[in-house]
């Protein structure tokens, strides 16, 4: 079984700080996406990893940053917290293929004050 | 007009029936559909995925397709309260990314 960790179910920080959300999967996928879920909005796509240090933009990027260093791992950075980035953050992985099923970890449930 | 259309719900079923969530989506490029399940507070579990047109069943679920009219379609048979969760479709265009429903509130009374 595919398996998808993230490193905080729950998280409540400051506006202004830094904050950092780990992903790491474990079925040696390609693909890694981080998206955000809102009440109404459904999925939103931040970034996503094609491959170990690549990156791509996804539909609502701005006020974040993303790093792979590792093909297991994929990190979600918040540069300064900002209130409108209270929301619940998923990381996904997928095989290599385009158009894969994407697997979900169990999110981080972030609250900024 | 948003890419992936599904009504919000909440759809309410009796236990045993059959529940049908609908999905309708504009891009005729189009390629691989799916469903997802997601109970409240957890994430999402695939349901089931599907790529051409007609019907595909595993179990309880069946999944169609209809390219033509750019809608996919969930059935679940015998709904149990186990059931009740959000439904999300889900499509993908040939590329990477995947886009998601808002996902349809299913709730099946006992």
């Known amino acids: 079984d595919v398996k998808v960790t993230q490193s905080s179910r729950y998280l409540v920080k400051r506006t202004g700080e830094k904050v950092f959300l780990e992903c790491v999967q474990d079925?040696?996928?390609?693909?890694m996406f981080w998206y955000r879920q809102d009440p109404g909005l459904g999925l939103r796509l931040i970034y996503f990893s094609y491959d170990v240090k690549m990156k791509e933009k996804g539909d609502i990027p701005e006020g974040y940053s993303v790093s792979r260093e590792k093909k297991e791992r994929f990190s979600l950075i918040l540069e300064s917290a900002s209130t409108n980035q209270t929301s619940m953050y998923l990381c996904?992985?997928?095989?290599?293929?385009?158009?894969?099923?994407?697997?979900f970890g169990p999110g981080t449930r972030l609250l900024v004050l | 007009q948003k890419e992936v259309e599904q009504n919000s719900g909440p759809l309410s079923v009796p236990e045993g029936a059959i529940a049908s969530l609908n999905c309708t989506y504009s891009?005729?490029?189009?390629?691989?559909f799916f469903w997802y399940r997601q109970y409240s507070g957890k994430s999402p579990e695939l349901i089931m995925f599907i790529y051409s047109n007609g019907d595909k069943e595993d179990g309880r679920f069946t999944a169609q397709l209809n390219k033509a009219s750019q809608y996919v379609s969930l059935l679940i048979r015998d709904s149990q309260p186990s059931d009740s969760a959000t439904y999300l479709c889900a499509l993908n265009t040939g590329g990477f990314k995947t886009i998601f429903g808002a996902g349809t509130r299913l709730f099946v009374k006992a």
């Open positions: 996904a992985s997928s095989s290599g293929q385009a158009g894969e099923t994407q697997y």
């Open positions: 079925m040696d996928h390609e693909n």
């Open positions: 891009d005729r490029g189009s390629q691989s």
